[in-house]
């Protein structure tokens, strides 16, 4: 129900309900934290996220940000993060996050977030 009462307010403009009246929650069924990696086009000296954005800056439109497809919330986290920083980026879709997590590694994405429960080893 995350994307229902989340994300889709957000995302369109008229929805059939409205996610605070309408919906009522009963229980929390889980919980949800991103982790973020850079690939080895990012130096060793960017160590965190502020260092990371001061990098991107530093390289307009020159970095690749993956997520495993469009419209899903690892996606949407990374634009609005980006659009809020005044980052210039291309984001890569991936066909979900095995495919994504594999890229991470190589010299071409700079960024790849996902849920804990699906690291890559």
Same mark, same amino acid.
């Given at each position: 129900?995350?994307?229902? /009462?989340?994300?889709?307010?957000? !995302?369109?403009?008229?929805?059939?309900?409205?996610?605070?009246?309408?919906?009522?929650?009963?229980? %929390?069924?889980?919980?949800?934290? @991103?982790? !973020?990696?850079? #690939?080895? +086009?990012?130096?060793? =000296? !960017?160590?965190?996220? +502020?260092?990371?954005? +001061?990098? @991107?800056?530093?390289?307009?439109? =020159?970095?690749?940000?993956?997520?495993?497809?469009?419209?899903?919330?690892?996606? %949407? @986290?990374?634009?609005?993060?980006?659009?809020? =920083?005044?980052?210039?980026?291309?984001? !890569?879709?991936?066909? #979900?996050?095995?495919? +994504?997590?594999?890229?991470? #590694?190589?010299?071409?994405? /700079?960024?790849?977030?996902? &849920? &804990?429960?699906?690291? &890559?080893?």
């Amino acid at each position: 129900m995350k994307h229902f /009462a989340t994300v889709y307010p957000t !995302v369109y403009a008229m929805l059939a309900y409205d996610p605070t009246v309408d919906l009522q929650p009963v229980s %929390l069924a889980s919980e949800m934290s @991103l982790g !973020v990696a850079v #690939g080895p +086009a990012v130096p060793t =000296e !960017v160590t965190t996220l +502020a260092d990371f954005i +001061a990098w @991107l800056r530093k390289h307009p439109g =020159e970095s690749n940000i993956g997520s495993p497809g469009s419209g899903t919330l690892p996606h %949407l @986290l990374e634009a609005m993060l980006l659009r809020e =920083e005044g980052v210039a980026w291309q984001h !890569v879709a991936y066909a #979900g996050g095995p495919p +994504a997590h594999r890229r991470c #590694g190589t010299p071409s994405p /700079a960024l790849n977030c996902w &849920p &804990p429960s699906h690291r &890559p080893a």
